[in-house]
């Protein structure tokens, strides 16, 4: 056996795949060896991955992208041979900011209640993500935005992290949040806030956090990386499973990250949160070059990639590896699809992905403005 | 040029202030304890920031050219592009430093060298602990096992250690590993 693949993730239920892997020893039926490191930023995942301090990690798409760009800091090729999960992130507001908002209403109306008390505020409200590079920050521009609201005007958005950010809401310093689970959960079950809506009532079914390798690193271990990426998928299945999530829960809770058991039981399958987590079915797991096109789409719409060469930005997208995750899904006996068949995701309901040997019944994928 | 440090280590922070004030031209402030990075930056409005980077809050720093439009100034990870060496050898003693763009950017590499230096030697200090706190954890687990094997098998001292011992190259473990395994399976693993 090589040395073992250094991994980092954060505290957060969506990790919860290599937790599984290495607690159900995935890794070890691969043929790998693992060292789980759990981080206390994002940024110590980019400049670790960067520096060679770490192999692999549980990213955020646009923070993979970012680093891949030089947006904060060296430029650093990384690769993202696999999608770990989607949705799962909550939009919260503070008790107050949520009762002069009020109501249980689809995103839009949300949303433009929202707007409408934004703009009465004297001050433009402090909203908290978990990192300016992340799914979070986009979607809740998206969302803001396709209600009316300007997120570079009408609200002020700050980094925050997430085990400091309900304390930061109960004191009043942000309105709001937007951060993945179990952090929804935890504001609620503090009475803090109310969860306004979650994710994917935002863009249906949207990727959440991915795999990201060293670009070097995979090179040199290519046996490595596969083994990684197959115990990976078979551990996202697991975590599918509504069967294993008090198993799951456990496992995020006091056996290893210490988080609330019980608001990351509400985010994996069959739980009672509003927004949930999938890892696995029907194709969580591929890395679609149309994701990193739209997170890319998004940092320009904002004017982050002012600068950047065009052509950057087609390695950029390029960074998405499919063809390193194909050989391995076929023998994990997936259907494997063409991205090439359906390059736009915006169905209203359920789907066909043609794929081979046999089709994926998609779910819906439409953004809250479609 | 003013640095501002955060890390809410009080030993090691002490320490590197003391090393830091014989700098001429330095002046220096510390984060308290429970302020969030990004408000202390826009409150000391510093040159430099040092930051532990054990902090959850340093993902703030990512974004604060976006975010804070009380100081614009962009601030960067202080990066020393020709080696890549130096800026491991910070990040995995756990610091880095930032340079708030707009001031002439300093010579960092003096005062991050220190930084370095300072927190490789509390990191192996901590290590260091540990390791003596697990010897004399598994020390007590095996005097317990010993005290077991006396009281329940009626074994005399040596004969106990040997019980124990036989065991641990029998199966090719360390000796600890087993008084654990004693002290479990009768339900006294806890002192």
């Known amino acids: 056996m090589s040395q073992p693949v250094r991994i980092g993730l954060l505290r957060l239920a969506d990790s919860a795949p290599v937790l599984v892997a290495a607690n159900r020893g995935l890794f070890e039926d691969c043929g790998i060896a693992v060292q789980i490191s759990v981080e206390p930023s994002w940024a110590n995942i980019a400049d670790k991955l960067i520096y060679g301090l770490l192999d692999a990690a549980v ?312 | 040029m003013h640095v501002l440090l955060a890390d809410d280590d009080a030993v090691r922070a002490v320490a590197l202030m003391r090393v830091l004030a014989a700098v001429p031209g330095l002046t220096l402030s510390r984060l308290q304890s429970g302020q969030l990075l990004a408000d202390a930056v826009a409150v000391h409005a510093p040159d430099v920031v040092i930051v532990d980077m054990a902090r959850p809050d340093r993902d703030a720093l990512d974004g604060v050219r976006r975010v804070t439009e009380a100081n614009p100034r962009p601030i960067v990870m202080f990066v020393d592009q020709d080696d890549p060496d130096f800026m491991e050898a910070a990040i995995s003693a756990g610091v880095c430093s930032y340079n708030v763009a707009g001031v002439p950017p300093p010579d960092m590499r003096p005062i991050l060298r220190a930084a370095i230096a300072l927190f490789r030697r509390h990191k192996e200090a901590q290590d260091e602990l540990r390791t003596v706190q697990n010897r004399l954890e598994e020390r007590g687990m095996v005097d317990r096992a010993k005290a077991l094997l006396i009281r329940e098998r009626r074994m005399t001292e040596p004969d106990a250690y040997r019980w124990l011992r036989r065991r641990a190259m029998a199966s090719g473990r360390r000796i600890p590993e087993i008084a654990r395994d004693l002290l479990h399976d009768s339900g006294k693993a806890q002192p």
């Open chain 1, 59 to 370: 990213m955020l798409p646009p923070l993979a992208l970012a680093c891949t760009l030089g947006l904060r800091g060296v430029r650093a090729p990384l690769l993202v041979p696999m999608g770990i999960s989607e949705g799962g992130n909550s939009v919260v507001l503070s008790s107050d900011v949520a009762a002069a908002v009020g109501g249980e209403t689809g995103a839009i109306a949300t949303g433009r209640r929202f707007a409408a008390w934004a703009h009465a505020q004297p001050e433009p409200p402090r909203l908290a993500v978990v990192h300016v590079f992340s799914t979070h920050n986009l979607l809740l521009r998206y969302w803001l935005a396709a209600c009316g609201a300007d997120p570079d005007r009408d609200v002020r958005i700050v980094s925050v992290p997430p085990e400091l950010v309900v304390t930061a809401m109960a004191e009043g310093a942000v309105a709001g949040f937007c951060a993945g689970a179990p952090w929804g959960t935890v504001a609620e079950e503090q009475g803090a806030g109310r969860v306004a809506l979650g994710s994917s009532e935002i863009w249906a079914s949207h990727p959440e956090k991915c795999l990201a390798v060293r670009a070097a690193w995979a090179a040199d271990n290519p046996l490595v990386l596969q083994g990684l990426l197959r115990a990976l998928l078979r551990a996202g299945r697991v975590c599918d499973g509504g069967a294993q999530a008090e198993a799951v829960a456990d496992l995020l809770g006091p056996e290893f990250l210490g988080l609330s058991r019980t608001a990351c039981r509400a985010a994996l399958p069959g739980g009672d949160a509003r927004e949930h987590l999938c890892f696995h079915a029907p194709a969580v797991w591929f890395p679609w070059r149309g994701h990193a096109s739209w997170f890319l789409g998004q940092m320009t719409r904002w004017g982050w990639l002012d600068g950047i060469a065009e052509q950057d930005e087609r390695a950029a997208v390029q960074s998405y590896r499919p063809d390193l995750l194909e050989p391995v899904a076929r023998s994990e006996g997936l259907n494997w699809p063409d991205e090439a068949r359906h390059p736009q995701r915006r169905h209203r309901g359920a789907w066909i992905w043609e794929a081979d040997p046999g089709p994926i019944n998609m779910r819906a994928d439409a953004f809250c403005d479609d």
